[in-house]
């Protein structure tokens, strides 16, 4: 493994576990540490650390009757990239379920956050994901013991249209269709088939040039699915926040 996915894939791990530990804190005191506070900590820390090959851009102000904190991500392989929206979901204190998950509607929007999601993943061609901040101590499956170097999996990321089509929305349930965000960056003895590797991204294979998903696109030509104009009107209209780019070229 390179230096620069060594140490992206220690960055995912570790903030993982301090959001899994900071989040259980945050149960037993009244300091709010809500979904908002915990993306953008996170993804400050992932730029502070890797800024040499992060890029982040951020559009509107959150219109979250349209479709809730969502951020875009693009992983850049030198192959191909893959590209996602993410929307943060916050495990509730006492609580073993993911509450309003399907259900959740701002006052003024047409159709639940969730819907919204997909609906805005499908207009953008990214895959749509829903990311879960949870405590080690909610968790069944992802738990310290399945972990590398005993560390808390705070962040469980899995396709929202599955999760959806599943209609599950306890956390023992989504933890069988979702996976550690760090599999995005580190190497593993078994990936998952919804999000591919960095390996996969920089080398390509024949199976991936066969079934090619719109979301995971050629390098180099992942711009030009939507023109400029048109990406800027679909980010204004569908509420996103901003857009992390990750260049994985020199990984894997």
């Not at 349930?173 to 990936?191: D, N, Q, R, Y």
């Amino acid at each position: 493994m390179s230096s620069d996915a060594f140490h992206l894939c220690h960055t995912l791990l570790t903030l993982g576990d301090v959001v899994s530990r900071n989040l259980q804190l945050s149960y037993g005191c009244e300091i709010s540490y809500g979904e908002e506070t915990i993306t953008e900590s996170c993804l400050l820390e992932i730029w502070r650390r890797h800024s040499s090959i992060v890029h982040v851009e951020t559009f509107t102000k959150r219109q979250e009757a349209r479709n809730g904190a969502d951020w875009e991500w693009h992983l850049i392989g030198r192959a191909y990239t893959f590209k996602m929206r993410v929307q943060a979901k916050r495990l509730a204190r006492n609580a073993g379920k993911m509450r309003s998950l399907f259900t959740y509607k701002a006052k003024s929007s047409l159709a639940p956050q969730v819907d919204m999601l997909i609906r805005g993943a499908a207009a953008m061609k990214l895959m749509p994901v829903l990311c879960f901040y949870s405590p080690e101590t909610a968790r069944r499956k992802w738990t310290a013991a399945k972990m590398p170097l005993g560390l808390e999996a705070g962040c469980l990321i899995g396709d929202a249209s599955k999760i959806t089509t599943g209609g599950n929305n306890d956390l023992t349930s989504l933890e069988h269709i979702t996976v550690p965000w760090h599999f995005l960056a580190c190497p593993l003895t078994k990936a998952s088939s919804d999000f591919p590797s960095i390996t996969l991204l920089n080398v390509g294979s024949d199976a991936m040039k066969a079934e090619l998903p719109k979301y995971i696109v050629p390098t180099g030509g992942e711009e030009g699915i939507v023109a400029a104009d048109a990406r800027r009107a679909l980010d204004l209209e569908f509420g996103v926040v901003g857009r992390i780019k990750i260049d994985c070229r020199n990984m894997g």
